[in-house]
């Protein structure tokens, strides 16, 4: 897949001297897949802070027991 990305003409620049042509798409998708793990795993991390949060857990289940009358 080809992505189209704007990136500062610095940055650009640099990336160009310091990265050959061919090792370039190589070295972004390392990166990408680096940076996602990354969030992913911030993201797991604080969904099961949030799943240990017994005030939350609480809190929650009030929220599902309301009972508006409105049909979905």
């Known amino acids: ?9 610095a940055v650009a620049y640099r990336f160009q ?5 061919r ?5 972004v998708t390392r990166l990408l897949e680096q940076t996602l ?3 992913e795993d911030s993201l797991a991390a604080a969904c099961s802070a949030a799943n240990r949060d017994a ?14 009358g409105v049909t979905e």
């Open 1 to 9: 897949m080809r992505l189209t990305l704007s990136i500062p003409d």
């Open 17 to 21: 001297v310091a990265v050959p042509p």
């Open 23 to 27: 090792q370039r798409s190589k070295l």
């Open 37 to 39: 793990a990354e969030r």
């Open 55 to 68: 005030a939350l857990a609480e809190e929650t289940d009030e929220w599902q027991a309301f009972d508006d």
